[in-house]
């Protein structure tokens, strides 16, 4: 059976705008021969299997739902009343059939209480915890890996008993954690590919307890967001940029990017971002996992030589950078040869194991692909697959398939820490400042959230005679 006998062809534009469940339902066979004496059977679905386990992955399922925790400590009030747009606007873009909304105080084994069971924000007298265990919250929302909003001063008060504690101020008495204490529940929550925090600030004043002084604090609205959300999930962050645009606005994430094609530009848009010079035998995508697959022929390579003003394999394919942390990003291309992987999965086919057959670390394989990329406006990079020098022959195979994985190499770290010290800290009236948030988040940033080594993209490509 010649190897075009079955040809798939996918063409949406984005990916975020593709339905994960659309590529499994759909049956498509293409046969590859494995370099052994049998053809297996490879669809989408075996596909995706390969790329999950070649492809390692530290996301975690997400939790369906929004949880909502308000801080009822009793230094709240004078918060929620000057920012009591902002408070009802964001319980609004949270609110759903399924939210559940908690209160943060004193309680250490939190309970979901109904909207309407709420302590009403504006009276005083809902605000009388007198410790402010606002760990708790953050210790649930790492745990379930749900989407969440924490509405606080971010004052951690354990216990209410004052202590002495330390600072670069000097030594003072109070009942406020200034540690960085929240640093891991944020090391943890980041760590997860493609989660997000996002932390909206609002000034308001009070009066200082000790010192009966005004001082300058923030209400914050920390937005937890994890990976895979649908695109209408998003609507706390982008209602709240929208509703509130002189709110300061901080997000963090190590993978808040798109990747997007644009095939419409190629001469020939059926060649799914191939060039017009290589013949496309058999494809395959899978957008909610990042790859596709290309079959094509060794010889159509040589081809290339005749264009005159695009030499790329594989074009069109688009880093869209919205990370407001890093800048300046390098690409770096990690190619391996799964070849002999798949004649053993063929293997595994011809006895009716496949299910239980599991893919082995491939050797790398640098010099068949290189990559190049144009840094384009708005923060648009395009990523294209040329082919190396070195790739002079299929090592006496009838074909080979390849694993292209594009990843960022590096990032400049384009840490604000001006305007964070400015609105994530606050200077008590006692001579001291409070500087958990701040500090909790830029230790994070500095240590735990390089980008390097993200992966953004695979092509699988498969080389056949």
Not at 7 to 28: C, E, G, H, K, T
Not at 212 to 225: A, C, E, G, R, S
Not at 427 to 452: C, H, I, M, T, Y
Request: hydrophobic letters at 35%; charged letters at 20%.
């Amino acid at each position: 059976m010649p190897d075009s006998a079955f040809s798939v062809q996918i063409l949406p534009r984005q990916w975020n705008s593709f339905n994960r469940v659309s590529i499994f339902a759909l049956f498509f066979f293409v046969f590859i021969f494995c370099g052994c004496d049998n053809y297996c059977l490879l669809d989408a679905n075996l596909l995706t299997s390969i790329h999950q386990q070649t492809t390692p992955n530290n996301a975690q399922p997400f939790t369906e739902g929004i949880d909502v925790y308000i801080d009822f400590s009793d230094g709240m009030h004078p918060a929620i009343q000057q920012a009591n747009a902002e408070y009802r606007q964001a319980l609004s873009l949270a609110d759903s059939p399924t939210t559940q909304y908690f209160e943060v105080g004193t309680e250490t084994n939190l309970k979901p209480k109904g909207k309407e069971q709420l302590r009403n924000p504006d009276l005083v007298s809902s605000f009388s915890d007198n410790v402010s265990k606002i760990d708790v919250p953050l210790q649930r929302i790492v745990k379930t890996n749900k989407q969440a909003i924490l509405i606080t001063d971010f004052e951690l008060i354990s216990d209410g008993i004052t202590k002495e504690q330390y600072t670069p101020q000097g030594k003072f008495k109070t009942i406020i954690n200034l540690s960085n204490w929240s640093k891991q529940f944020f090391a943890d929550w980041l760590a997860r590919d493609g989660n997000t925090l996002d932390i909206f600030a609002k000034p308001f004043t009070k009066t200082n307890s000790a010192t009966k002084t005004k001082q300058n604090q923030h209400l914050y609205f920390l937005v937890f967001t994890p990976n895979e959300l649908p695109a209408d999930a998003e609507k706390i962050v982008s209602g709240l940029k929208r509703d509130f645009p002189g709110l300061p606005h901080f997000q963090f994430s190590r993978s808040n990017f798109n990747i997007v094609t644009d095939f419409t530009k190629n001469p020939t848009p059926t060649n799914n971002g191939l060039n017009e010079y290589v013949v496309l035998h058999n494809y395959i995508e899978n957008p909610s996992e990042k790859f596709a697959y290309y079959q094509i022929n060794f010889n159509d390579l040589g081809n290339l030589d005749q264009a005159t003003t695009d030499k790329s394999i594989l074009r069109y394919l688009y880093f869209d950078d919205n990370m407001m942390l890093y800048d300046n990003f390098q690409f770096t291309l990690e190619v391996t040869d799964l070849t002999d992987n798949l004649a053993a999965f063929c293997d595994s086919v011809a006895v009716g194991s496949e299910g239980s057959y599991k893919f082995s670390k491939a050797p790398a394989d640098n010099q068949r692909f290189e990559l190049v990329t144009n840094k384009l406006e708005n923060n648009r990079y395009e990523l294209l697959l040329y082919k190396h020098a070195n790739f002079t022959s299929l090592d006496g195979l009838p074909k080979k398939i390849y694993k292209v994985d594009i990843k960022i190499a590096s990032a400049s770290l384009n840490l604000n820490e001006p305007a964070i010290d400015r609105v994530l800290r606050w200077n008590d009236a006692r001579g001291f400042w409070v500087e958990s948030l701040a500090s909790s988040l830029k230790n994070v940033v500095r240590q735990d959230l390089k980008p390097n080594k993200t992966l953004l993209y695979t092509y699988y490509i498969e080389v056949q005679k």
